[in-house]
């Protein structure tokens, strides 16, 4: 099996949680390095399990390995704490991640909001550098759905979970964008980080002001569509 750990550098921000349980929430720690094995899991094999690189495979990748791993790790340790520490705790819950009926329409609408600004810098972004997809609705179709595997990694567990359990909005914000941006390091010697970033943080604020990921995922898998199929570009140059 071949391995490739180009996205380690996602693992680099997880030390600000790690230093911050240690000083100041103890009790958190266990679940925060959790997280941090999710994501060691996340760098070791994503690389082999896409070497088949389709686009419907990746999305297969994805879903085990942002969404299923660190949920069901989760759910085991919550399992353990309350077995071995006698706590009637509950630290899995939907709800944590942003994942429940509670704020859908006002995620929804924040989502809505957000798209205008998200479209018009990865247009100018793709006009500027010329790459303009290969108008495959499939493949647009995909990108679109697997968007919300990032969401739920980024914004709902490195982030709103993050958030619920540390109860310090700085250490979960900058954790969570820090690792979205590190994911992307194939953009960091050219201009298309920007979008990236600015993806990070509309998604972001999207979770923040309404604890709930739709908005996020329409904003994310939206952007994502119009970017992979050059649609919009090819609307407005001809």
Request: aromatic share 18%; glycine share 6%; hydrophobic share 55%.
């Amino acid at each position: 099996m071949e391995f490739n750990f180009f996205l380690w550098p996602m693992l680099v921000p997880l030390v600000l949680p790690v230093i911050y349980c240690i000083i100041y929430r103890r009790n958190r720690l266990g679940e925060v390095l959790t997280l941090v094995f999710s994501m060691i899991i996340i760098v070791l094999f994503y690389w082999p399990l896409s070497l088949e690189f389709y686009v419907d495979a990746n999305l297969y990748v994805k879903i085990f390995l942002f969404v299923l791993v660190p949920l069901i790790l989760l759910f085991i340790y919550d399992i353990l704490h309350r077995y071995l520490l006698k706590s009637d705790e509950k630290i899995f819950d939907w709800k944590l991640f942003g994942i429940s009926s509670n704020g859908l329409e006002k995620s929804l609408k924040l989502g809505l909001i957000f798209l205008p600004i998200m479209l018009l810098a990865s247009f100018i972004i793709i006009n500027y550098s010329g790459s303009i997809g290969d108008i495959s609705i499939f493949n647009g179709s995909i990108y679109f759905v697997e968007s919300i595997t990032e969401e739920i990694l980024f914004r709902g567990i490195l982030f709103l979970f993050l958030f619920n359990r540390l109860k310090n909005i700085y250490v979960a914000y900058t954790t969570s964008l820090l690792c979205f941006i590190f994911m992307h390091t194939q953009y960091f010697e050219s201009i298309s980080i920007v979008p990236t970033i600015i993806q990070g943080i509309l998604t972001t604020e999207i979770v923040r002001r309404s604890n709930n990921l739709l908005g996020a995922w329409v904003l994310h898998g939206f952007n994502r569509f119009f970017f992979i199929t050059g649609i919009f570009i090819k609307i407005f140059t001809g």
